[in-house]
């Protein structure tokens, strides 16, 4: 079952002040702050919203709390602006009444919020779809671009609206959203050149300097620097928690969602930037020789940048600027300006091109976010306006403000007393009347068209002759000297001669909201808002498609000498049509309060929240609901909430709603004067009888409660018992089957026991008599054991002693044998050695004869044999040396090991000679026919550049490839091959030098037998083709770069164009193979290589010198060529 809550419930102080018992303004307040400390920041006065600005952020405008509100009634829950919201949009889509929602309060009470508040909510609980939600988004988005552009830092509120804004949003019969139009009043347009003391200009200007990127920057002629406008306030210029940079990119966002176009967004920021620029220009005075001075401009640099922005001739700006024509008629006068004029017109010009611009985008907004059909729409106006204004200093701006607060309360006052009436009579309830005071003699103090304030005012500014402030306020002392709400020092009423509160310059008006003295100064400046013709239509010529539209009355072809109208007028005719607007529609109300100054959470001051209470007449609004009626609901949930306090109705009542609540409250004795029976409602007259019943209701529910506890508890102890006695049973039975199972278990235990104890001594028995058997078994079966082994000893120890005694025998006889054998060895050794003596004697004998004999042919033999022995062994050990200290096998290894011996010097020599040619052999032998052509390239290279070119020496060790860009394979230079007959020679990316510029595009240099061709390096596409018969030469330079001409002969086919001037890194590798070419070539002579810092090109009909010349350090480490004049190349190569 769903709970119905009510505002009734869990209430922190009252929910709906008009509740409030005992009334007073002490417990209103006292209300208030109770709920303001609890973050309950609604509070009804009946169908009024108030809203305590919390200056913190809430938790409570969650998806869900959207959700909580959505199709409930008013008073259902607790006080919340979303229940207004839902309220309104309810009775738009299923009553089809328009409805209008009125915010008022003063500066920083939470208007807007509120305001955007409603708005979101409406947008999140009507319709959806693509469509739909478009429009919803640009109505949403409108808010940043307007907030960017009208509203400023004050000291009040970091986010001031500095312009009234009221919105209709368009809904279809389903409740869809359509679009909307958004009418704006009086542009707070003074801050644009002038901002009070800790307050800042329009927030676009700071969050353009700090969110544009560089380069926007720069196309606006802008500096980043706010010190360095005139029209910004630097005290304030950064505002905390406020990220102008980020609120600049929310800002371009928001303005292209809403529909403006990338240039209109430029012109826009152009027109920003020219109200800054136009700040900074200053005059300086000139003397006139008629005596009168004239002003000129002093530093000229802002003018004409700002004229540069906006397109306008910076003459006829300065001229503007210096003088003005006055047209009368046929004639036309023309009168100099001094500096304070000048400086006037100027702020003249920024303020009107400021709001001009304001109510561009306003009715720009109004085109993208308008219907797109012409069926009937059901509307929504939502109206944030300034609130009631009371500052030290109060001017026209603060009068007209004050004026439009005066009209709305008056409309609010008539509208509540209209709709209460309204609801007595639908109902059926007679209408007792209410006092209260009504200040339509205030509005027509200021509005009467014959002698209110306003028309005083305009009568002044057209009246011919001198008009000034005073004369205006003499005027008005004259005039409204007897109005009761009128109070001026020099009025005819002498109360105030003497009050010095009141100073000379001032009137005093007594505003419902309170007293304000207003300073004349300025009132009729700014009423008649001049702006100098010649300035308007130097805005006119302007070559900008925005400001042009923005000056029409520029235009001299439609010159209106009548004046325009005053802004008084204007504004008191916009305050008309919007009074009648919102008379047309249903009112909703959110009364805005403002629980500090400091902009502070959490801090209440009374005396503010008080006085703002006083002037927004709350106390009032709350007697007035409270003068008939105090409390009306309908019978439904009268009798919903009450019916326990009757026995009839109790639980339930099955009769109509009303008679059930008729029962009820005769039941509760309720005098018949408190309470009235309406047609769908009960109207309680005192809040006292509704406590009452609040009372009694919260009695019967608590003894409601006691009943339902009672009655709970006893039937909980019930079948607590119940369950209680069923377990024993069951715990009972089981318990006794387990008794009786332990019982037998034991019994079966002991008999099992008892048989076991039998089994065993049964069995021990016949074991003792088995083992008994056994044991003398064995002792038989030892013995006999015994008695074998005693006998086998015996004969063992027998037959050891028989063989004992063999062996003695046969070792004795061996000894005697070995005896014998040595004796007979001795005798035979010496026997032998006898023998041996004698044969060596009779040797050395032999000997000695021999070499007696002999000693005199040796010596004639044995030296030449010793010499060529050594000989042999040097020869030996020379070649052996050599074979490990041998060169490599390079040809070009020039190394040969030292000679060891001097007599070897020829030898060494020629072995030397014959080992190099031998070598050389081997390393011709390896050589390919295609390494040997790349070798005789090289050669030839090195013939062609050798000495005489710097780049040689660089080519040297690079082997020359041909083929750079491997033509064959490439798909994308498929169709250049094909066009190639021959072998490719050589293909490479080279640059062709421009012949205008000397810069080198890009080109693929393709050489074969017959033909060179330069092609597109992207597309392969065949630029030119040169046979090598019509070249007659190349020229090059000395220096260290790739710059060649290739020179064709005169007259040739491929010659119309004139030579090719080109450069490749690898032009060594490119003249050589052309060299080679022609030289291979049979058909054609040999191509010239022309080697010099200075030759000719044939280009076209013109010859041009290509000279080369030596860079210096700051020409950098590149190669560059430049066109001096039309006959020079200049290439400049860096120095080496
Ligand atoms: N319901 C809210 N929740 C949180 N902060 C709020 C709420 N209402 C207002 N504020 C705070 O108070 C500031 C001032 O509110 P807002 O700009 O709506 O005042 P205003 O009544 O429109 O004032 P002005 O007349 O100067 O335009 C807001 O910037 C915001 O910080
Ligand atoms: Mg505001």
């Known amino acids: 079952m769903e709970v119905k809550t009510s505002l009734l419930d869990n209430m922190i102080g009252v929910g709906d002040m008009v509740l409030l018992e005992p009334l007073s303004e002490d417990s209103f307040i006292e209300n208030l702050k ?50 207004l919201a839902d309220e309104a949009y309810r009775s738009l889509r299923d009553q089809d009444k328009d409805q209008c929602i009125l915010i008022t309060g003063e500066s920083g009470a939470g208007k807007t919020e509120a305001s955007k508040f409603v708005m979101s909510y409406v947008a999140a609980v009507c319709g959806k779809g ?38 209709d949003i368009e809904f279809d019969f389903k409740g869809d959203p359509l679009g909307g139009v958004i009418s704006n009043y009086l542009l707070e347009k003074s801050r644009v050149v002038k901002q009070p003391r800790g307050e800042r200009n329009f927030h676009v200007f700071y969050q353009l300097l700090s969110g544009a990127s560089d380069d926007m920057l720069k196309k606006l002629k802008l500096d980043r620097d706010f010190s360095k406008y005139n029209y910004l306030s630097l005290d304030s210029a950064t505002v905390n928690g406020l990220d102008d940079a980020a609120s600049f990119r929310t800002v371009r966002n928001a303005m292209q969602i809403v529909g403006f176009m990338e240039d209109e967004v430029q012109s826009v920021l152009e027109l920003v930037a020219a109200v800054l620029k136009l700040g900074n220009i200053e005059f300086k005075p000139e003397s006139r020789v008629n005596g009168f001075d004239e002003s000129r401009v002093k530093d000229k640099n802002d003018l004409k940048e700002m004229c540069e922005l906006l397109g306008i001739e910076q003459s006829v700006l300065e001229r503007a600027f210096s003088f003005r024509t006055v047209e009368a008629k046929m004639e036309k006068v023309s009168t100099t300006l001094n500096v304070a004029q000048a400086y006037y017109a100027r702020d003249a010009l920024a303020k009107n091109l400021y709001s001009r611009l304001f109510s561009w985008l306003v009715n720009r907004i109004n085109e993208s976010i308008k219907a797109q059909t012409k069926k009937r729409k059901k ?56 006092e209260y005071f009504n200040n339509a003699i205030i509005c027509d103090l200021i509005e009467n068209n014959k002698n209110g304030i306003l028309a005083m005012l305009d009568e002044e500014c057209l009246r011919p002759g001198t008009v000034t402030d005073e004369t205006f306020l003499d005027k008005l002392n004259t005039v409204c000297a007897e109005h009761q709400h009128f109070e001026s020092r020099l009025s005819k009423n002498s109360k105030f001669l003497t009050d010095h509160s009141l100073p000379h310059n001032c009137f005093r008006i007594q505003h419902y909201a309170g007293k304000v003295l207003y300073r004349v100064e300025g009132f009729v400046d700014k009423n008649n808002d001049l702006l100098y013709r010649d300035l308007s239509q130097a805005m006119y010529k302007a070559n900008h498609s925005l400001i042009k539209l923005l000056f029409p009355e520029g235009n001299p072809a439609k010159v209106n000498l009548k004046r325009p109208p005053t802004a008084g007028f204007q504004f008191k005719a916009s305050v008309g049509t919007l009074m009648k607007n919102l008379l047309t529609k249903n009112p909703n109300y959110i009364r ?57 109705t109790w639980p339930h009542w099955r009769g109509p709603a009303r008679e059930g609540v008729k029962v009820l409250l005769t039941d509760m004795k309720v005098p018949a004067e408190e309470f009235a029976y309406g047609r769908s409602k009960i109207f309680i007259r005192n809040p006292r009888t509704l406590f009452f019943l609040e009372e009694k209701r919260r009695q019967c529910l608590e003894d409601l409660a006691a009943l339902i506890q009672k009655i709970y508890r006893g039937w909980k102890c019930r079948t607590h018992f119940l369950l209680m006695k069923k377990s024993q049973v069951v715990v009972s039975a089981w ?145 052996l040396g050599l074979k490990k200290t041998m060169p490599s096998m390079s040809p070009i290894d020039k190394s040969w090991p030292a000679r060891p011996y001097g007599f ?67 798909p994308k230079y498929q169709k250049l091959n094909s066009l190639v007959e021959d072998k490719v020679l050589l293909a490479d990316v080279v640059s062709k030098i421009n012949r205008a510029n000397g810069k080198g595009a890009p080109r693929i240099f393709l050489l074969t037998k017959k033909i060179l061709v330069l092609a597109d390096q992207k597309t392969g596409q065949v630029k030119a083709s040169v046979p090598l018969l019509d070249l007659s030469s190349v020229s090059v330079s000395t220096q260290n770069d790739g710059f060649f001409a290739l020179k064709l002969k005169e007259g040739a086919m491929s010659a119309a164009k004139g030579d090719f001037l080109l450069s490749s890194d690898r032009l060594i590798e490119i003249i050589t193979k052309l060299h080679c070419t022609g030289a291979a070539s049979a058909d054609r002579n040999q191509i010239n290589i022309d080697i010099s810092d200075e030759f000719l090109v044939q280009f076209k009909q013109d010859k041009v010198c290509v000279k080369f010349i030596q860079g210096t350090p700051k020409n950098g480490n590149g190669v560059s060529c430049k066109r001096k004049n039309n006959r020079l190349l200049e290439v400049s190569v860096p120095s080496p």
């Not at 739909?132 to 009208?150: H, I, R, T, Y």
């Not at 603060?398 to 008539?414: A, P, T, V, W």
């Not at 709350?622 to 009306?632: D, E, L, Q």
């Open 130 to 167: 693509q469509e739909v939600n478009k429009v919803k988004e640009q109505l949403l988005q409108s808010n940043p671009v307007l907030e960017a552009f009208g509203n400023a830092k004050t000291v009040r509120n970091d986010n001031s609206s500095r312009f009234g804004k009221y919105m």
């Open 34 to 83: 109770k709920r303001f400390d609890h973050n309950e920041i609604y509070t009804y006065i009946g169908s009024v919203v108030i809203s305590m600005n919390p200056y913190k952020s809430l938790p409570i405008y969650t998806a869900e709390k959207v959700e909580e509100y959505r199709n409930r009634n008013f008073y259902e829950l607790s006080p919340h602006i979303y229940a």
């Open 379 to 434: 509307v929504m106006g939502v109206l944030d306006i300034y609130g009631f204004e009371i500052f030290e200093d109060n001017s026209f701006e603060q009068f007209i403000i004050n004026y439009c607060n005066e009209k709305l309360q008056q409309i609010f006052i008539e509208l509540t007393l209209r709709e209460e009436q309204e609801e007595y009579v639908r109902e059926g309830i007679e209408w007792t009347n209410i």
């Open 592 to 648: 805005c309060i403002k629980p500090n100054d400091k902009k502070a959470a959490h801090i209440f001051t009374d005396s503010l929240v008080c006085h703002q209470a006083r002037y927004l007449g709350l106390m009032e609004n709350v007697r007035v609901r409270r003068a008939g009626y105090a409390f009306r609901q309908a019978y439904e949930s009268c009798l919903e909430r009450y019916k326990m306090l009757c026995k009839q």
């Open 735 to 879: 318990y006794r089957r387990y008794a009786q199972q332990k019982k037998y278990q034991n019994i079966r235990c002991s008999a099992l026991v008892v048989q076991s104890f039998i089994r065993g001594w049964k069995a021990r028995k016949l074991l003792r008599e088995l083992k008994h058997k056994k044991r003398c078994e064995e002792a038989v079966t030892t013995i006999s054991a015994y008695w074998h082994g005693t006998q086998a000893r015996w004969e063992l120890r027998r037959l050891k002693e028989e063989a004992r005694n063999k062996h003695a025998v046969s070792v004795i006889w061996a000894a005697w044998l070995g005896t014998k054998a040595r004796r007979e060895l001795r005798c035979l050794k010496h026997e032998a050695c006898s023998k041996q003596a004698v044969s060596v004697i009779w040797a050395c004998w032999q000997g000695t004869k021999v070499r007696r004999e002999y000693r005199k042919f040796f010596r004639a033999n044995a030296g030449k044999k010793i010499y060529d022995f050594t000989i042999q062994r040097i020869m030996q050990k020379y070649f």
């Open 904 to 970: 070897l010097d020829g030898t060494h020599q020629e072995l030397r000679r014959a080992f190099h040619l031998w070598r050389c052999k081997k390393y011709h032998s390896q050589f390919t026919e295609e390494k040997k052509a790349t070798y005789e390239e090289k050669l030839a290279a090195s013939e062609l550049f050798k000495d005489k070119k710097a780049l040689y020496p660089s080519s040297v060790g690079q082997p020359f490839k041909g083929d750079y860009v491997e033509i064959t394979k490439n």
